[in-house]
């Protein structure tokens, strides 16, 4: 489907007005239950998703004082600050985080994109691979692993993470923007197969997460030559 359509314009529109229905949900539990950390967490969620990093990194540091020893908070807190620029803020919060549960999988990959987003990539890999070590399936911490082999140019591995990525979960639509940057497409291009399945078959039109699908598909039709199709994506 054309991201520029009306329909996708006007399922876009009601996205946001359903964000707003649930961010008024979450701050009447709060107010309710001001120690809810989970409730907490949910609509630093929704600010982060929409663009408002500072109000999810209060929203996050008022949770951190609540419970300085809860692990998901934490590494909310740690993903928040990591995209608000404050890194030497997003490492203590995962190492701390660490400190409580040495083991915890979401911690050491939450470290290790505060590595990456600070181009200490050789420095995040064993962490990524321990992460992985631990919960094998999270599809996120393995598009990260691609990732920072992507960074230090070992495609082929980055290729082999990505894909096996979008084959355990078809709406993973990050990792087709990481795998569409190291691939050349081409009309039957079994990637580019995929990424209309997704679009048509598993990702409804108001879904934010198709933003980066979006853009992938731009990249494939550019490299097709299709630049008409190419731009309506981008």
């Not at 082929?156 to 990792?175: G, M, P, Y």
């Not at 197969?193 to 550019?222: C, F």
Request: include cysteine.
């Amino acid at each position: 489907m054309d991201p520029t359509s009306p329909i996708v314009r006007r399922s876009t529109s009601a996205h946001i007005s359903d964000r707003g229905v649930e961010e008024v949900r979450l701050r009447e539990t709060i107010a309710m239950s001001p120690n809810d950390l989970r409730a907490r967490r949910d609509l630093a969620a929704l600010l982060l998703e929409a663009g408002r990093i500072e109000d999810a990194v209060s929203m996050l540091a008022d949770a951190v004082r609540i419970d300085y020893r809860d692990a998901p908070t934490l590494i909310a807190f740690a993903d928040a600050q990591r995209r608000w620029g404050n890194f030497a803020e997003a490492e203590q919060a995962c190492l701390l985080a660490l400190e409580f549960e040495p083991e915890r999988p979401e911690a050491l990959a939450a470290l290790a994109q505060m590595l990456i987003s600070r181009d200490q990539v050789a420095d995040a890999i064993p962490l990524l691979e321990r992460s992985l070590e631990l919960q094998s399936d999270n599809t996120e911490t393995r598009r990260l692993y691609g990732v920072a082999f992507q960074v230090i140019g070992r495609l082929e591995e980055a290729r082999r993470e990505f894909l096996q990525v979008i084959s355990n979960d078809a709406t993973a639509t990050k990792a087709y923007l990481s795998l569409s940057a190291i691939e050349t497409f081409t009309p039957n291009h079994e990637v580019l197969k995929r990424m209309h399945r997704a679009l048509s078959e598993v990702m409804p039109a108001d879904n934010p997460r198709l933003i980066p699908l979006y853009y992938a598909l731009g990249k494939a039709y550019d490299d097709i030559g299709d630049y008409s199709r190419a731009f309506s994506f981008f």
